[in-house]
């Protein structure tokens, strides 16, 4: 089944809070061989004027994949998972993440392309602090590849 282009333009209800642990932190800054001290050690964060320390600009994925398993589990989505392919991955901040900050992310789906029989469907999740302030907006594309 294609990928049902009504997709575009939809917006997905907010996910739960995320609260953003530091030691979730300090694990995904080793898992991707992030060795600043801001990662790992709140006096070097502190001493930067952060809360506590601060998470690699790639973390959002943590918050944002459970946007993309709305839009994955979505009935009329015509994406079958084992197709899929990661395309590309942006991220667009306002201030960074901090242990501490709690996250919810709402994703709405910006674009849906067809290309050689594959479909290109872009998602943007906009996170946000407890205060409904804006964090980051994490844009992928994922390649639902076509029938063989």
Known sequence: ?????????????????????????????RAVLATSPLNHDPAAASAAGYSDIVAPPTFPV?????TLAQLLAEPDAGIDFTRVVHGDQRFT????????DELTATLAVTSIKSLGGHSMVTAESTIVDAGGAHVVTAISTLVVRGDE
């Open 93 to 100: 901040y306002t201030r960074p993440i901090v242990a501490g």
């Open 1 to 29: 089944m294609p990928v049902n282009p009504e997709l575009q333009g939809r917006v997905f209800p907010p996910t739960a809070p995320y609260l953003v642990g530091r030691e979730k932190v300090r694990e995904f800054a």
């Open 62 to 66: 943590v918050v944002q994949e459970a």
